[in-house]
């Protein structure tokens, strides 16, 4: 993938400048080298910060967009299983129609088979009368009697059979009618039950479709994420390498601004020397100290917060912060408490840095710097010189950070140590 492809040539482009600065620091005889070689390092440092900050806040998009995106995935299994319940119980009212209609339908049955009997029986006695001579006038009657008696009882049970007959035949036919049209109803409604499982079902379909594209889409941040948090990965360690770099010309710097002190100051003896050998009165006083490098001989650190003691130490030297050991302590104090150097020195760098924020790094000789990180605001800038107990920065929460609080450093030939071994 294209961001892979980045992010292995961004650690490429690490590796080849570690190289390049390991190589060069063999041929730094000056501390103005040093110094070329140390911006060289900040500037690549920058960079990888810049990365860095750009890939934290890609990963936080992603992660952004993976979670609405799982939230709408919820929403669409919960939508897919509303309409599954929707369609059980249209197949349920299906089910109980069609049994609602096979029972109608035993019952018209039924009376088709009453009506048909009826009807036959009917014909039959018909049939029987035609028959006879057509139809049973009174007159036929009388003469078929035995008696009076005779003649009024096949008369009156005539009457009674054709009324019945006729009673029957429309009570068959009425009922018919009604269970035809509930029956009727049945099938619309039935019809009706199963267009809506159709359009149930249809959406259902759809709900489905697009789970599985959101699906796929979680797929691919979860694998965009993964990708980021690798090439984050390398960002860090590509940042650890810069500091360890970084610390490591700083000694060299500090160590070989030694020599050159140590050089100027036997030459000054020297010119001394011959001066007072030729006779000269004309001795120099040496009181001018043109090198960039501070020497202050015997350091004295003192607390870099006024009014706030050990008691606000929020987090101690080595230990475990973010997965790694803690460099410094941490003091918490209210944001815009003024920052005071520990000692005097030159200031190597006053800048922002994607962890340590707004920060302060001063260089106090050959063997001790000390770093003020997560500054609200600076006070200083880089190539100036501070006196101890000059204010560098106020208190913030810049950077990787979790609140108002001081992060202190001091460096030990170019080695992170405990800074309450000194203050």
Avoid at 108 to 125: N, Q
Avoid at 354 to 380: D, E, F, K, P, Q
């Amino acid at each position: 993938m294209k961001m892979k492809k980045k992010g292995l040539r961004f650690v490429a482009g690490v590796l080849a400048v570690t190289m390049l600065i390991s190589s060069n620091s063999v041929f730094a005889t000056t501390t103005a080298e040093y110094d070329e070689q140390i911006e060289s390092i900040k500037s690549q440092q920058a960079e990888n910060e810049a990365e860095a900050e750009r890939l934290n806040e890609k990963l936080d998009s992603l992660r952004d967009q993976t979670s609405e995106a799982e939230a709408y995935q919820a929403t669409l299994e919960e939508q897919i299983t509303t309409y599954q319940t929707s369609i059980d119980l249209a197949v349920q009212n299906i089910t109980q129609l069609n049994t609602n209609i096979t029972s109608l339908e035993a019952e018209i049955k039924k009376a088709d088979e009453e009506y048909a009997d009826t009807f036959a029986e009917l014909k039959v006695r018909l049939r029987s009368l035609y028959a006879s001579g057509g139809n049973l006038t009174t007159l036929q009657i009388l003469f078929d009697s035995t008696s009076l008696y005779d003649f009024s009882m096949r008369s009156e049970a005539m009457k009674t059979i054709t009324k019945h007959d006729r009673e029957l035949m429309e009570k068959i036919r009425l009922y018919r009618i009604q269970t035809q049209d509930q029956r009727d109803e049945l099938n619309k409604e039935k019809e009706e039950l199963a267009d809506q499982k159709k359009d149930l079902e249809k959406k259902q379909e759809e709900l489905q479709a697009l789970e599985e594209e959101n699906q796929k889409l979680i797929d691919e941040l979860n694998v965009q994420s993964s990708e980021t948090e690798s090439d984050l990965a390398a960002a860090e360690a590509a940042k650890e390498d810069y500091v360890s770099q970084l610390d490591q010309l700083i000694a060299d710097r500090n160590a070989q601004a030694e020599k050159e002190e140590e050089a100027r100051r036997q030459a000054e003896a020297n010119q001394n020397a011959a001066n007072n050998n030729s006779g000269s009165g004309n001795t120099s006083s040496g009181s001018g100290n043109t090198s960039d490098v501070l020497n202050t001989g015997d350091l004295s650190f003192s607390w870099p917060l006024a009014g706030y003691g050990y008691g606000s130490i929020t987090q101690y030297f080595g230990g475990m912060f973010s997965g790694s050991p803690h460099g410094g302590v941490d003091i918490g104090v209210p944001y815009g408490t003024p920052i005071y150097a520990a000692e005097s020195g030159q200031v190597i760098s006053a800048e922002y840095h994607w962890s340590w924020g707004n920060n302060v790094l001063i260089w106090h000789n050959g063997t001790y710097s000390t770093r003020y990180a997560h500054c609200s605001s600076l006070a200083v800038s880089a190539g100036e010189y501070v006196e101890k107990g000059q204010i560098v920065g106020y208190v913030g929460s810049t950077g990787q950070s979790t609140g108002n609080h001081l992060h202190f450093e001091v460096y030990q030939n170019g080695t992170r140590v405990d800074p309450l071994n000194f203050v």
